[in-house]
């Protein structure tokens, strides 16, 4: 594949492989980690002619390098996040280790969505750094520091201070702000109860064991009713070793949940953005205005008048201010001198206006682009989200209608003895 067609073509992305590995990390310490091998191969090619499918291994390191780098680079756009780490809102059952194979598993299918994210994305899929990450096996690191991408990053400081001091922020990205909160506290709390439900569900199957067990053990002593009692107790384990399949797509469903409970913190990382454009843009306004107000005193020389300091007499202009304290107590500037001055000052407003006036187009464009993928983000959010719930209602119905089922079987067992 070409980089000058990569986006105009389709193309199949999988990571379709994961690989516990051991190395030397940064400071020459041995570490482990998992790699993940991802495949591209395209559906469509100009001449007709099938394409090779080419693969890459990549470590967890290398995503996140990428999805830092599009945060930078587009920070109108609501960037894909990556899946956790380590396991949150875990069913307390499961393993939380993050080199647990079910965990990596489920790790390899959310780096591969993500993949698939940034693909199907509009603007994203053209990226340069993109297609590379995806085709460059060496030395992929380096391109993206060449970028520059780590010192164009804001800090979160510089980013918490726009926060507390911008004065007139923008309503509709303080409503954004609620809306992820609130996204984010209704995940957490679907989360919560997911892990409630599952918890319980598990009790559920293991009684089933249980009686299986029992009925298993009883129709050895029977004699008349043995038959009848394993019939029974055959149904209860089937029924109770269901429950790792049930189990698995429950995890399934929250994964989906948790991929828009970190879309979240990427809706605030627009907002804390465009916080910080605004604040550049008012300090721009308020020193162009300082140096407006500095030429027209000196341009117009102001009113006089007289007040006692030390028991000196200072004539200043009509606004009050140190500076003119000193220029009286250590001598008047000469004509020459506030000529060039206001000279300076004039070319200093004349560049401020620009600023100015580039930082609101800045603005005004931000603004468009982040409102269009924020509209394209929601209506996503809304179809994915939709399409999880039912899929778990009709889970949970199928389960409901298998315990029926079982229950029948059961039934028909024992009015056999």
């Not at 992305?13 to 940064?26: L, P, Q």
């Not at 990053?153 to 726009?162: E, G, T």
């Not at 679907?190 to 299986?212: E, I, P, S, T």
Request: hydrophobic residues 35%; proline residues 2%; charged residues 30%.
């Amino acid at each position: 594949m070409t980089e000058s067609n990569f986006s105009l073509k389709k193309i199949e992305i999988s990571v379709s492989e994961a690989e516990k590995r051991t190395g030397r990390n940064a400071m020459n310490m041995q570490e482990t980690y998992t790699a993940y091998l991802i495949e591209t191969r395209s559906v469509e090619h100009s001449d007709g002619q099938s394409v090779l499918t080419d693969s890459l291994w990549r470590r967890c390191s290398a995503f996140e390098w990428l999805r830092n780098y599009l945060l930078v680079y587009y920070p109108h756009i609501v960037v894909p996040p990556l899946p956790e780490k380590r396991a949150e809102f875990v069913w307390h059952k499961l393993s939380a280790d993050n080199m647990d194979p079910d965990f990596v598993e489920r790790r390899r299918i959310g780096l591969e969505n993500f993949l698939l994210r940034l693909a199907s994305h509009p603007i994203l899929c053209r990226d340069k750094i993109f297609y590379l990450f995806l085709t460059q096996e060496g030395n992929w690191k380096e391109t993206v520091n060449e970028t520059g991408f780590q010192l164009k990053a804001d800090s979160r400081l510089k980013a918490l201070n726009a926060t507390f001091r911008v004065k007139n922020p923008d309503k509709r990205f303080i409503e954004l702000k609620h809306y992820s909160d609130e996204l984010q506290s209704v995940i957490s709390h679907l989360l919560r109860v997911r892990a409630r439900v599952a918890d319980r569900l598990y009790g559920v199957y293991k009684v089933h064991g249980n009686y299986g067990r029992v009925f298993s053990e009883w129709s050895a002593i029977e004699k008349e009713m043995g038959d009848g009692l394993q019939s029974a107790g055959h149904h209860m384990d089937v029924y109770a070793s269901s429950i790792d399949d049930i189990l698995e797509d429950e995890e399934h469903y929250a994964d989906q949940l948790k991929e828009y409970l970190f879309y979240a913190e990427a809706l605030r990382a627009v907002c804390r953005k465009h916080e910080l454009m605004q604040y550049d843009l008012e300090m721009a306004a308020q020193d162009l205005a300082s140096k407006k107000q500095q030429c027209e005193e000196l341009a117009t020389g102001g009113e006089l008048f007289s007040i006692w300091v030390c028991g000196i007499i200072i004539t200043n202009l009509k606004t009050f201010s140190l500076k003119g304290v000193t220029t009286q107590l250590f001598g008047q500037e000469t004509p020459e001198q506030r000529e060039a001055r206001i000279k300076m000052l004039e070319e200093q407003i004349k560049e401020g206006e620009q600023q100015l006036k580039s930082k609101n187009l800045e603005g005004r464009e931000f603004v468009k682009n982040a409102w269009a993928d924020i509209e394209r983000f929601k209506e996503q959010k809304n179809h994915d989200l939709k399409e999880a719930l039912i899929s778990y209602a009709v889970m949970q119905i199928s389960m409901c209608k298998k315990g029926i089922q079982v229950w029948t079987n059961a039934k028909e067992c024992f009015s056999k003895m």
